[in-house]
């Protein structure tokens, strides 16, 4: 046999060898070579697509105005501090309670973390949240993290968690933007003069 084909059968050998081994359910090479797998997580969110219909939105600013939504059947209302109901824009009350819905948890802060470290003690919104079945959620706003990715907020129960900055400020932007129902003007048309 020649030399050239005795390197190339080892070869094809070894590499028969490697194929063999990498493919052992617990090969440590099989670890070292691919890694192990990280368990995917499901993200958590604060209202979550599944959760009853939404009854009432409140959105209050610490000091400030105090919006309110509040579904009825098809059509909602907006109130604003003490003011009269009005009718809401339906589409934009709706992409509301959908963007309210979609706010993810991020993090769940250690039990016993200071609230004042985050700017909970002094809260920026509190947010009340009541569904059709009569059950609630509520959390107060504190900052901003570091970064910008979020905005630490703290529970009902206690507990510092922090939520997902684009679906906080989608909500936070209501409050600028009252969710109203445009009415158009009618137009008068003048009457022919006798």
Not at 74 to 97: K, R
Not at 109 to 131: C, I, K, R
């Amino acid at each position: 046999m020649k030399r050239p084909t005795l390197i190339l059968l080892i070869l094809l050998a070894l590499s028969g060898g490697v194929y063999w081994l990498l493919n052992q359910p617990d090969s440590p090479i099989r670890a070292q070579v691919m890694g192990t797998a990280t368990p995917v997580t499901a993200p958590e969110f604060l209202a979550g697509p599944l959760a009853p219909a939404f009854a009432k939105i409140q959105i209050e600013a610490s000091g400030g105005p105090r919006m309110t939504l509040q579904a009825l059947g098809q059509n909602w209302t907006l109130t604003l501090d003490n003011a009269d109901s009005l009718p809401a824009d339906p589409t934009l009350a709706e992409s509301a309670a959908g963007g309210l819905r979609n706010i993810h948890i991020l993090r769940h802060l250690e039990s016993g973390s200071n609230p004042a470290d985050f700017g909970l003690d002094q809260p920026s919104h509190t947010v009340s949240v009541l569904y059709a079945d009569g059950s609630e959620l509520r959390f107060r706003l504190g900052q901003a993290t570091v970064i910008g990715s979020g905005y630490y907020a703290q529970l009902a129960d206690g507990s510092i968690v922090i939520l997902d900055s684009a679906g906080i400020e989608e909500l936070l932007r209501l409050m600028q933007n009252p969710p109203y129902l445009f009415t158009p003007t009618p137009e008068i048309t003048p009457s022919p003069a006798p």
